[in-house]
């Protein structure tokens, strides 16, 4: 793929993206641009605290209340996991069980578990383990990421 990266003095800030088939790389793009506009909100000692997904590491809910895990906070959202997802389909974020969502830019390795599981260390060192109903997908994800 050819790109060109040209600054200018004034005016408005613009990303332009020409594509002539919609490729996986394509796609990711298209998902890296529409990150800037997501916003999540949590509650966070009272208070509601404005954030980006970008800074999430997984979504997880626990009994039948949901939050976000960042490396310095856990945010209780207002939203139900399905509803999570639902609003984060074009963002990096992928199921990996019944209760949770991983942000995928902020897994650091990964490790084949028996019963065709995953287990995921994120960036803070926490370890996760996408169940088998879902690994096959995952692996599937990253082969296309690849690409």
């Known amino acids: 793929m050819k790109y060109s ?26 998902q ?11 509650k966070d000692n009272g208070e509601t605290v404005l954030f980006s997904p970008e800074e999430v590491l997984y979504i997880e809910t626990v009994d039948d209340k949901t939050f976000a895990y960042t490396k310095e906070k856990v ?13 984060l389909k ?9 209760s949770m969502i991983v942000n995928i830019d902020k ?11 995953i ?3 994120m960036q803070n060192g926490e370890h996760i383990v996408i169940s088998r109903t879902y690994a096959s997908e995952f692996r599937r994800l990253l082969r296309g990421w690849k690409n």
């Open 75 to 87: 945010l209780r959202l207002d939203m139900t996991l399905n509803g999570v997802e639902d609003y």
């Open 90 to 98: 074009d963002i990096s974020f992928f199921r990996c069980s019944k």
């Open 107 to 117: 897994v650091e390795r990964l490790k084949s578990l028996p019963s065709n599981r």
């Open 5 to 30: 990266i040209h600054q200018i003095t004034e005016g408005e800030d613009e990303l332009i993206l020409r594509y002539r088939e919609l490729t996986p790389e394509v796609e990711r793009m298209i």
């Open 32 to 42: 890296f641009m529409n990150r800037g506009q997501a916003r999540l909100s949590g």
């Open 119 to 121: 287990d995921v260390m």
